[in-house]
T-cell receptor, first 114, second 115 residues
């Protein structure tokens, strides 16, 4: 059974710092991996989608990497801002017959302070 | 604007009642999903549907029911058999479950509370 772990569970950094969020998964037979942002009481906003054949994806100040063989992904946020404060979730989609299922980590709660 | 609309935003249920959560999408996506989110836990899949008139149980389907009569709509009913329904419910959709882009998009959620 696929398990997804995100460490740390919570992180507080001063504004302007670069930071890395980690996501690890136990089954490397994934179809893709997706990073989301969730603000309190809100739904999930898709940030980046990495297909299994890709090594990284970039969008603005965000860069996500994927190492399937080691079961790891990182989300790099450059020059953090208070508006980046949210919970960040990663999710993997298994390949094969259960391709429709996303398995989520429990998230990293990020606070960027002034 | 294209997207997923969930309603209501807040819902209160009395013991023994069935309640239905609405999810509508105008993205022309084939697949739709319902997830449940509890504090300190990852999202858990309740039901999903890959095409109209077809749906499958997820990991925690007991006490829930769904229908998929239209491509745009995937309502979730929380029945009285669900003993611990208080949670945040999220609806999602993807273009397909096949080999095309399967990026998932989510609605804004419905918070259900038992009173």
């Amino acid at each position: 059974k696929q398990e997804v772990t995100q460490i740390p569970a919570a992180l507080s950094v001063p504004e302007g710092e670069n930071l890395v969020l980690n996501c690890s998964f136990t089954d490397s037979a994934i179809y893709n991996l997706q990073w989301f942002r969730q603000d309190p009481g809100k739904g999930l906003t898709s940030l980046l989608l990495i297909q299994s054949s890709q090594r990284e994806q970039t969008s603005g100040r965000l860069n996500a990497s994927l190492d399937k063989s080691s079961g790891r992904s990182t989300l790099y946020i450059a020059a953090s801002q208070p508006g980046d404060s949210a919970t960040y979730l990663c999710a993997v989609r298994l390949s094969g017959g259960t391709a429709s299922k996303l398995t989520f980590g429990t998230g990293t709660r990020l606070q960027v302070t002034l | 604007d294209g997207g997923i609309t969930q309603s209501p935003k807040y819902l209160f249920r009395k013991e023994g009642q069935n309640v239905t959560l609405s999810c509508e999408q105008n993205l022309n996506h084939d697949a739709m999903y319902w997830y449940r989110q509890d504090p300190g836990q990852g999202l858990r899949l309740i039901y999903y549907s890959q095409i109209v008139n077809d749906f499958q149980k997820g990991d925690i389907a007991e006490g829930y029911s769904v229908s998929r009569e239209k491509k745009e709509s995937f309502p979730l009913t929380v029945t009285s058999a669900q003993k611990n329904p208080t949670a945040f419910y999220l609806c999602a959709s993807t273009r397909s479950t096949g080999l095309m882009n399967t990026e998932a998009f989510f609605g804004q959620g419905t918070r259900l509370t038992v009173v």
